[in-house]
């Protein structure tokens, strides 16, 4: 990366980065879309969202990934987050690396998801050297569910998400897997 890319790494239409201060406000109104939160269990406030951002940048601090905020290559516009975290809710697979994405309604069914979620696969698998990546989403979740079929990930086993058990619609769960072959 050179002194002036802020990018740690680019795909074809995407730069993912670490998280500025200016993305929090972006983030925010992205995280109070309701089109956006429909499979979560409600829109996230801006204290939420801060502390969200301040995780990522610790995280991409002390294990080289997050949730990157990602950027339109063309415009230079914050579309939202594609990236890498840990998952430790109580469970039979966890910890595990999660690869999740968020993005802005204005740029879904552009294929940025699919796009940004197969570089944060490369880069994981050849410059993290991690050996397996999972995906967690409400099973009601079709598009993201889409995404994890399209990057190549398998399906492992459903199950009860132990922090939705209260949500009727969302707690049933599918776990996804891609793991590195080399």
Not at 18 to 30: H, M, R, V
Not at 60 to 78: H, P
Not at 142 to 151: E, F, G, L
Request: charged content about 30%.
């Amino acid at each position: 990366m050179s002194s002036n890319d802020i990018y740690i790494f680019k795909s074809e239409r995407l730069g993912f980065r670490d998280w500025l201060e200016s993305d929090i406000d972006k983030l925010a109104s992205i995280n109070t879309d309701p089109d956006v939160m429909k499979f979560f269990p409600g829109i996230q406030s801006m204290e939420r969202t801060r502390q969200f951002v301040r995780r990522m940048q610790d995280l991409l601090r002390e294990r080289g990934f997050c949730y990157f905020a990602v950027e339109e290559l063309d415009t230079r516009e914050f579309i939202g987050f594609i990236g890498l975290s840990i998952q430790s809710f109580e469970s039979d697979f966890t910890p595990c690396v999660d690869i999740g994405w968020r993005l802005d309604t204005k740029k879904w069914y552009k294929g940025f998801a699919t796009e940004g979620a197969r570089r944060c696969i490369a880069y994981a698998f050849k410059d993290l050297k991690l050996k397996s990546i999972n995906a967690i989403a409400p099973k009601v979740n079709a598009p993201s569910v889409n995404v994890m079929q399209k990057i190549g990930m398998k399906e492992i086993k459903i199950f009860n998400h132990p922090l939705l058990e209260s949500n009727e619609t969302l707690r049933e769960c599918v776990l996804y897997e891609i793991v590195d072959n080399q």
